[in-house]
Nanobody
Framework: QVQLVESGGGLVQPGGSLRLSCAALGSIFSINTMGWYRQIPGKERELVTTIGFGGRTTYADSVKGRFTISRDNAKSTLYLQMNSLKPEDTAVYYC?????????????WGQGTQVTVSS
């Protein structure tokens, strides 16, 4: 059983910063890709950023230069440092981990944490 537990969301003013964390619990294959997605009510969930086991990262154009993803493999924890936040960053942020092993695909999600950027 795999569980992803997110923390760090909240209310912040435009231009402010937040740091999200995601603790991965359970039997997780070490060679995986972790990422953050976000969703606004009425819209599809969108990819924000991903990081591979070796540290290779991808970012959505809308967050490049402002958000930084990182991971601590020893602690099975994922982080998202969000700087220069904008009102359009307001969303529920979800942690994700996925991997393939012996022909099977594994894909797990956290419960989501609300980020609100407002003055």
């Amino acid at each position: 059983q795999v569980q992803l537990v997110e923390s760090g969301g909240g209310l912040v003013q435009p231009g402010g910063s937040l740091r999200l964390s995601c603790a991965a619990l359970g039997s997780i294959f070490s060679i995986n890709t972790m990422g953050w997605y976000r969703q606004i009510p009425g819209k599809e969930r969108e990819l924000v950023t991903t990081i591979g086991f070796g540290g290779r990262t991808t970012y959505a154009d809308s967050v490049k230069g402002r958000f930084t993803i990182s991971r601590d493999n020893a602690k099975s924890t994922l982080y998202l440092q969000m700087n220069s936040l904008k009102p359009e960053d307001t969303a529920v942020y979800y942690c994700n981990v996925k991997w393939r092993l012996n022909g099977n695909a594994y894909d797990y999600w956290g419960q989501g944490t609300q980020v609100t950027v407002s003055s």
